[in-house]
Every structure is written in structure tokens, then in C-alpha cells.
């Protein structure tokens, strides 16, 4: 089976979930940045791994989830909010809806820590965006456990696909 890991990383903290990933798929697959993803036709399973920009997922990775078509897709997504929170849920429903014609076999998502630079121009947006209250918890991550659970959502979500 053909597989096709495209991941788009600010920080690396996407990338660290891309790189788990790939570990455990298959051995025909492809692994490579947004920026040098093919097309997806002909991949049995896409996994598309991106960042949050404004509450949905970034530029690159929105323009690539419309050219999913029917293909079975997998999402992974990090994000300075608390996993459970609506602003990362809001986020995901967002992507699926970008590839509405996908079928849709998993999704994962956890907290990624956000540079402290980026934080500092946040913090005195007025509004500041509404996953700043979480951006503490967000330092360190992914973690051990973030990618315990990737692991464990994998070898469940997409086990036709494991190597």
C-alpha cells in the first residue's frame, strides 16, 4: 500500500508527530514537507500533519487538504491550546471540512510549544487570541505521553497500514 506523509512544521512540533508516524506505517511510502508534497492521487492513505494559524490549520496545509479528494486520510494537528479545548476541536472540524470527500479514519491532536516571541506579540493583541490561557500548559510539548498516545491512536486508527 501506497502511503503519503505530508507535515507542516513552524516549530518542529508537528514534525515530531510526522516522524512518529512514519516510524510505524508501512515501507512504500512517501515522507516529506508541505512544501515538496505531491499530488495525492494514487496514495491508499494520506496523513496530513499541520499547525493552527487564526483557529484553523495553516495557509499551506488548508490549500492541501482541499486536494485530498476520496483518499483515505488521517489528520494530525498541534496547537498552542489544551487538546480537549474548542479551540483546538473547532480547528479540526475546520480540516475535515476542507476535505469533506475524504474518508476520514482518525485524527489526533496535542499541545505544541509556542516560541516565546510569538507568545510576546500575542499577549498584547487586544483581543488576545482564546487559546492563550493555555499556552503555559502547552510548554514541553509534545511530549513522552503526547506521543505514547499518537502511537496508541495509530496502531488502533490505521493498523491496516502498520509495516
Given amino acids: 500500500m501506497k502511503i503519503l506523509i505530508v507535515y507542516s512544521s513552524r516549530s518542529g512540533n508537528t514534525k515530531k508527530l510526522a516522524d512518529v508516524v512514519n516510524q510505524q506505517l508501512g515501507e512504500e511510502k512517501t515522507f516529506c514537507s508541505i512544501g515538496e508534497a505531491p499530488e495525492p492521487d494514487g496514495y491508499d492513505l494520506v496523513v496530513l500533519g499541520f499547525w493552527l494559524q487564526a483557529g484553523q490549520p495553516d495557509p499551506k496545509s488548508s490549500k492541501y487538504l482541499k486536494k485530498i479528494g476520496k483518499n483515505k486520510l488521517f489528520l494530525m494537528a498541534t496547537h498552542g491550546a489544551a487538546a480537549a479545548s474548542a479551540h483546538a476541536a473547532n480547528a479540526m472540524a475546520q480540516a475535515k471540512s476542507l476535505a469533506s470527500e475524504a474518508e476520514l479514519l482518525g485524527t489526533f491532536n496535542c499541545p505544541g510549544e509556542v516560541n516565546p516571541k510569538t507568545l510576546e506579540k500575542l499577549m498584547v493583541k487586544d ?33 491496516d497500514f502498520i509495516a
Fill in 127 to 159: 483581543p488576545p487570541p482564546p487559546w492563550i490561557g493555555d499556552a503555559d500548559g502547552a510548554a514541553g510539548h509534545p511530549d513522552g505521553d503526547d506521543i505514547k498516545l499518537l502511537t496508541q491512536v495509530v496502531r488502533s486508527r490505521l493498523a
